[in-house]
């Protein structure tokens, strides 16, 4: 492995573990303190069936899309996630496959999906519904007003069309329809 693949590979590494475990943990450590501040404790279903099988598929899919999205911003995009923060680490070319042809901000349902689906599981009101409302909001109000604002400078029009295209966060399900061929 060569000196600059495993450099990029420790700068891949280095905040999964930051974002998967350190701060899901604190989070949810937060959560729980506030179910007790806020007297909400009883209000999670008790049943740890039911709340790992409300959580797994979650999980499941928070985690695809939070995976996912990074590997596409760093082989396709050529970049991380963080680029905004550190503009050495910024993408030279706007992704817009994988899951970032369902919504322009795949990294940002997914983590929600993941952390609520850890505060289901461990029983915390807060930490799976609280928390990553207001985390979305946040991430929300931080993507319209710095990061779209940067997209399209560096983009052009380029972005402007994926932008029109493709929705901020919820993905539009749609169901093709067959036109109907009789059988011959």
């Known amino acids: 492995m060569s000196r600059k693949s495993s450099r990029s ?3 891949f590494i280095s905040p999964a573990f930051l974002f998967v475990i ?3 943990a604190l989070l949810v450590l937060t959560g729980v303190f506030l179910d007790e501040a806020l007297r909400l404790e009883g209000f999670m279903v008790q049943s740890l069936i039911l709340r790992v099988v409300v959580s797994v598929p979650l999980l499941i899919v928070g985690g695809y899309l939070s995976v996912s999205s990074n590997i596409y911003l760093w082989r396709v995009g050529k970049g991380f996630a963080w680029g905004d923060a550190v ?12 899951p970032y042809s369902y919504t322009r901000n795949p990294m ?8 609520s689906s850890v505060g289901i599981l461990v029983g915390s009101l807060s930490a799976a519904l609280i928390i990553p409302l207001v985390m979305l909001v946040l ?8 990061e779209e604002p940067r997209l399209e400078k560096r983009f052009g029009e380029v972005y402007l069309n994926y932008k029109r295209r493709v929705p901020f966060l919820i993905p539009k399900l749609s169901i093709r329809r067959r036109k109907y061929e009789p059988s011959p």
């Open 139 to 146: 991430e929300s109000v931080w993507i319209k007003f710095v």
């Open 87 to 98: 503009t050495s680490d910024e993408t030279r070319v706007l992704v817009t496959k994988g």
């Open 108 to 115: 940002v349902l997914g983590y929600t999906m993941f952390i």
């Open 22 to 24: 350190l701060i899901p």
């Open 9 to 11: 590979m420790l700068t």
